[in-house]
């Protein structure tokens, strides 16, 4: 895969997430934040940093943009959420408009 075919997601502890663009896409701020006109560092360098978003919940978001994307071809599971991320994981879903 090219690298210019993945994106980059950095949780607040710096931990690194290579994912497929476009299951990065899912999330309107993403496609936002990479699709924009501009010479904005995150379109340049195909990588965004979330300063606000743990680890965990970052993995938890990049889970969901792949299983949203098999959900959308037809491919129906169930997507489980552990309770004691609920809160976490949905502001951040709320920040991240997905």
Known sequence: MKKEDTVKLISAEGFEFVIDKKAAMVSKTIRNMLTSPGSFAETERGEVTFPDISTTILEKI????YWSLQYASGKETEFHI???LTLELMMAANYLHT
Do not use: A
């Open 82 to 84: 552990e309770p004691e």
């Open 62 to 65: 990049c889970q969901y943009f």
